[in-house]
């Protein structure tokens, strides 16, 4: 296939060269002059121009940054590329997907993104051009082994035809496809960021407990870890958890840390929000969310 990357830092330099690696033809597009001379030096294809990439492509990606500033997520540079890309569209042929990696808040691509692709090509979303949103879970110090060796691969479609398109190009790897919502998919990359930043904040927690306790860290964790329940046990949302262990063992064992003089924040706040859930169902009245218990 033909692919544009909209964007060409870590993110774009990674999904354009794992797709080169699978026989696409790949078109690098960034503001940034330097990005562009270095692809160029590898023999990748360049363009200064947006509205080239997208009008050479089958499939533009969307892989340009989206900082936190200020604690809240900006997408100025998001928006300006997308401005740009419905531009493009204008000339386009065919049935061109639009496939946002970068990450945004859930509901950015259909609520805002989509309308402003709209807007700015004339062109009617689903019918003139697709738009999917392929979440990139990659790590900095090894991207493109990371894209071409994925744990999954979400492909959030506005429509059946959209997502259809997506999933040829990804139909050489070997990795299971999720086909979802454009919103669902966004808020799988958050859940699994904002998962993986409080798994590392727990145990940092424990780290500390069990440094006050005369406790190797390192071994309470790599044990922890072969607990096969660590997978996908609990990840349903709406139950909250009971049973004779979990309620006791945690609230116990807050005591004893604070006996200790440590204050375990995230363990109590693990208890709060289990408080929380089972209210929640009382007064929305779901009868179905039982306990998860071991």
């Known amino acids: 296939m033909k692919i544009a990357i909209v964007g060409s830092g870590v993110v774009g330099q990674a999904t354009g060269m794992g797709f080169a690696v699978h026989d696409n033809q790949v078109l690098f597009h ?8 270095a692809l160029s030096a590898k023999g990748y294809q360049t363009t200064s121009s947006v509205e080239e990439a997208v009008q050479n492509s089958e499939i533009t990606f969307v892989c340009v940054p989206t900082p936190t500033v200020n604690k ?49 090509s004339g062109l009617e979303a689903g ?44 139909s050489s790897f ?6 979802t919502s454009l919103d669902t998919a966004e808020m799988i990359k958050y859940t699994s960021n904002l998962f993986l930043a409080t798994k590392i904040s727990f145990f940092n927690e424990i780290y500390m407990i069990c ?18 329940r660590i ?18 063992d945690l609230a116990g064992f807050i005591t004893f840390a604070k006996s200790k003089g440590i204050k375990p924040k995230l363990l109590e706040a693990v208890e709060e929000i289990n408080a929380q859930i089972t209210l929640y169902n009382l007064v929305n009245k779901d009868v179905n969310s039982c306990l998860i218990t071991h």
């Open 211 to 228: 440094q006050e306790l005369g406790v190797d860290p390192k071994v309470v964790g790599e044990t922890v870890s072969l607990d096969n």
């Open 174 to 179: 070997k990795s299971p496809i999720t086909r």
């Open 231 to 248: 997978g996908r046990y609990g990840v349903q949302g709406g139950k909250p958890f009971g049973g004779m262990c979990f309620p006791k």
């Open 30 to 37: 960034d503001i940034d002059k330097k990005k562009l001379l």
């Open 72 to 120: 809240k997520v900006d997408i100025g540079y998001l928006w300006d590329a997308t401005r740009s890309i419905g531009v493009g569209l204008k000339k386009a042929r065919n049935f061109p997907i639009i496939a946002f990696r970068s990450t945004a808040p859930p509901q950015t691509t259909r609520a805002d993104l989509v309308p402003l692709l709209e807007n700015s």
């Open 127 to 170: 019918k003139g051009f697709g738009v999917c949103m392929n979440p990139e879970f990659l790590r900095e110090k090894s991207p493109l082994d990371d894209f071409l060796h994925p744990d999954r691969i979400v492909v959030g479609e506005l429509d059946k035809k959209s997502g259809d398109v997506l999933e040829k190009v990804y």
